[in-house]
């Protein structure tokens, strides 16, 4: 049986909307944050030496990261399905943001949620002032400018059919869910974009995506509406 090491609030989640869509078998192996410190636990170390989520078992095949495994999934279980056909426009951009999700775009968000914790606990207060001044200014100054110059990116990909790559859903969709639902989770200024917001309802309301946060449990991403 396929197991997917799922962790709560976490990149998994996206893996089990995949098999929803796939209609393929598979059971969760689920996974607990630290609720002060919100990383995994050590257990997870047991699947992968990094101990993170999400990890796919598949008899002696262990696979991580979000991209080979939506890769793996794809190209052993989804007969053509979610993919593009080679050589097109389509399967291009599917490649670009299969990639971009990961490689451009979660970068940013982390160094704003890191940036964002600088003038709180467990920061020792006499430091708060300091940190925060500092926080403010990579914010200002970096991190808000590069944000706007992505989603308006993304926006304008999206305003055309509504999808990624070509004019119905791929895998690369579901790979971009996360970081824009966390984005939308915890950033305003998400709300400026019609085409993302759309995008987020559009997914949310497959009955796939729904089966999946059925059986994944915990995922406060998808709790906020885009609208």
Known sequence: MLTVHHLNNSRSQRILWLLEELGVPY??????????????????????PLGKAPVVTDGDITVAESGAIIEYLVDTYGAGRLKPAVGTPARRQYTYWLHYA???????LLMKLVFSRLSHPPMPVLLRP????????????????????HFAHIETSLATSGWFA????????????????AAAASMQQVERYP???????????????????EKGGEYGFALRSPD
């Open 166 to 181: 070509g004019d119905e859903l791929t895998a690369a969709d579901i790979q971009m869910s996360f970081p824009l639902e």
């Open 27 to 48: 059971e969760i192996r689920p996974y607990q944050r630290n609720p002060e410190t919100l990383l995994a636990p050590r257990t997870l170390k047991g699947v992968h």
């Open 195 to 213: 085409a993302i917001r759309a995008f987020l309802t559009r997914i949310r309301d497959r009955p796939a995506y729904q089966r999946a946060l």
């Open 130 to 149: 300091m940190t925060g001044m500092i926080a403010r200014s990579v914010s200002e100054r970096y991190l808000q400018p590069q944000l706007a110059q």
């Open 102 to 108: 990961e490689g451009s775009l979660m970068p940013l």
